[in-house]
């Protein structure tokens, strides 16, 4: 199924507490919706509420099929503490689906929603595409937008840029960076990369046009082992 990436504005203050709890709201609101989703695609046409409910998602391009999974998937999250930048990633059949989910569930849909293609390293995240571990003391970071210069034609070319990036200040230290997984959104051409790096003692130099933040990743594993 397709990938979204959703950006958020999330309040700069907001503690991990907090998300936890926001996640732990989102998770049990998606089994609901997706219980819900299943249930619908079998229901009596005679049955006229749900039916009418059907209808109206038909239209807007909702896809009930349950061969394209029902409902919406989240695989995980990025957050930048202390700022309001935060990017959510999700699976479902069509953007419709990922929509109608947030709106009926009354879900912070963000500001901005993209299908992305993840594209995953073959050195820092393991077959599954999950992160591995960083070396002690790492910590990850995203690098986000179109830099100066162009972003990358196709997904094939991200992982040559990504590459180059973590050669690049203030990703490389006293080491170069390893870049984890890049989101490519073909439609704008733009890449959000993930990278795990070294902290450096000071103020690091920084490269014109490149901004990285320094992220945690939250994931629904985390919560539900």
């Known amino acids: 199924m397709p990938k979204y990436a959703i950006l958020r504005d999330w309040p700069s203050d907001l503690s991990r507490e907090q998300i936890d709890g926001s ?7 998606m089994r609901l919706y997706n219980t819900y989703c299943r249930h619908i695609n079998g229901v009596p046409a005679e ?47 069509n953007l419709a689906a990922l929509t109608h989910y947030h709106s009926t569930c009354d879900q912070d849909g963000g500001v901005n929603i993209s299908e992305i293609v993840e594209v995953a390293s073959d050195r820092f995240a393991d077959e599954a595409g999950e992160t591995l571990a960083p070396p002690d003391g790492w910590e990850l970071l995203a690098v986000d937008g179109q830099r100066e210069g162009g972003a990358p034609e196709s997904a094939d070319a991200v992982t040559e840029q990504m590459e ?62």
Request: charged share 25%; with cysteine.
């Open 164 to 225: 180059a990036l973590a050669a690049l200040p203030p990703l490389k230290g006293d080491s170069d960076a390893h870049w984890v997984r890049a989101y490519y959104d073909a439609e704008n051409q733009r890449a959000l990369g993930l990278f795990a790096a070294a902290p450096q003692e000071g103020a690091a130099t920084a490269t014109p046009g490149l901004e990285a933040r320094r992220i945690v990743e939250i994931r629904p594993e985390d919560y539900l082992a």
């Open 47 to 93: 049955d006229e509420s749900l039916d009418s409910v059907r209808d109206v998602a038909e239209r807007s391009g909702f896809d009930f099929d349950p061969a394209k999974g029902p409902g919406v998937r989240w695989i995980r999250s990025y957050w930048a503490p202390g700022t309001r930048w935060a990017t959510c990633l999700f699976e479902a059949s």
């Open 23 to 29: 996640v732990l709201e989102g998770l049990v609101a």
